[in-house]
Structures are given as C-alpha cells and as structure tokens.
T-cell receptor
Framework: AQKITQTQPGMFVQEKEAVTLDCTYD???????LFWYKQPSSGEMIFLIY??????QNATEGRYSLNFQKARKSANLVISASQLGDSAMYFC??????????????FGKGTKLSVKP | SQTIHQWPATLVQPVGSPLSLECTVE??????LYWYRQAAGRGLQLLFY??????ISSEVPQNLSASRPQDRQFILSSKKLLLSDSGFYLC????????????????FGPGTRLTVL
C-alpha cells in the first residue's frame, strides 16, 4: 500500500498567488516526521520544511508552511506569493521510526508546479 | 557549513560495463548516508543506507552494491550494468546526534544522471 499519496500530478498557479500542494500519508507509528522537498529541472532535491508528528504548531519556513492535520493524516504544503522560480517538482516524504538510527524517507510520486507570469 | 558532492554529474555507459559513483560529505562527522535512484518522471527509491563505516543496508535487491570506506565517503558500484539501471542517482546525508539519534532531515547532493545503452 502506498504510504505517501500526492494526488495532483500537475498544478498551475498565477505568479504572486498562493498554492496548496496536497499530501496524505499512512502510518501506524506514533512518532514520525513529514517533509517537503523541491526538485527544479537541475535535479537537485532541496529540503523545504519538516513537521514532527508531536509538533502542535504547523511548521513555517519563509513563504512555505505545512498544513498538518493529524487526524486526517494530511500534510499539505502551502506556498504563498508564488514566484516564477517556484516552478519545479515537489515531493512529500515521511520518516517512520522518527529519531531512530536509520531515518529512511518514503517519498510520494511528486507534483509538478508551474507558475504562470 | 555542510556540503555534499557527487561525481560524475553525467555518465553514459554500455550494458555490461562496471559502474562507480562517488559521494562525499564535508563539514560533518558520522553522518547517515543514503543512495536513491529516481527513474524518469518518478519519485525516489531508496537503494542503500549506511549508519557507519563498513555498515551497509540494502533496501532493494539488484545488481548494485554500496560501500562506505571512510566516514564521509559513500560509493555505489556495479560489476555489470543493465539497461534498467539507467536513472538519476542521488546521494543524501543526515545528521546523527551524539546520543545516536538520527535527525531525519536528509540533504541531497546534485545527483548523477546515468544512461545505460
């Protein structure tokens, strides 16, 4: 069964507007971490933001915020004031056994975001 | 600050030839290290991870192998490449606290694009 689901293969957003990228996850662990990465056309995976399962506040990093709804098992990424440079693939990922020795990440299939001028 | 290097950036190899991809990390010690493969238009698949020198765990059975001869060096190898080995290979590291707790956030290198013909 898929553990990370990103239902939007592609999204368009107008420059300067906000956009939400969806991510749902499946785990039976109580302790886990949720991550978002950006992959521009160059290929490098850039870490954006993370949320721990015990964190009560939604994580924020600049224009990025993570809308964490634990009961719904969702961890949506919100990008405010979109810029042309935000056009990229975005991957949601989860780490089970959070804080354990291994920290393996499970990735979703990604959402391609295109920002229109 | 920490940096992660991968080389080569691109590689074209014939079927049946050997492979050696190298990854090094600077600015940290005793990191966890990871090798991922990304097929065209797909998410990331974890291939190997290492929690210390000489300690390698394989996630997917295949004709690839990994080695960690030094603390901050991780090598991905193959004796005979297959067509299905083509893809984008990413190395990543995560910080491990002195307590042994893994901090889970993974930072990726620039990747190696491998084409097997």
């Amino acid at each position: 069964a898929q553990k990370i689901t990103q239902t939007q293969p592609g999204m368009f957003v107008q420059e300067k507007e906000a956009v939400t990228l969806d991510c749902t996850y499946d785990t039976s662990d109580q302790s886990y971490g949720l991550f978002w990465y950006k992959q521009p056309s160059s290929g490098e995976m850039i870490f954006l933001i993370y949320q721990g399962s015990y964190d009560e506040q939604n994580a924020t990093e600049g224009r990025y915020s993570l809308n964490f709804q634990k009961a719904r098992k969702s961890a949506n990424l919100v990008i405010s004031a979109s810029q042309l440079g935000d056009s990229a693939m975005y991957f949601c990922a989860m780490s089970e056994n959070y804080g354990g020795s291994q920290g393996n990440l499970i990735f979703g299939k990604g959402t391609k975001l295109s920002v229109k001028p | 600050s920490q940096t992660i290097h991968q080389w080569p950036a691109t590689l074209v190899q014939p079927v049946g030839s050997p492979l050696s991809l190298e990854c090094t990390v600077e600015g940290t010690s005793n990191p966890n290290l990871y090798w991922y493969r990304q097929a065209a238009g797909r998410g990331l698949q974890l291939l190997f991870y290492s929690v210390g020198i000489g300690q390698i765990s394989s996630e997917v059975p295949q004709n690839l192998s990994a080695s960690r001869p030094q603390d901050r060096q991780f090598i991905l190898s193959s004796k005979k490449l297959l067509l299905s080995d083509s893809g984008f290979y990413l190395c990543a590291w995560s910080r491990v606290e002195t307590s042994g707790r893994n901090t889970d956030t993974q930072y990726f290198g620039p990747g190696t694009r491998l084409t097997v013909l």
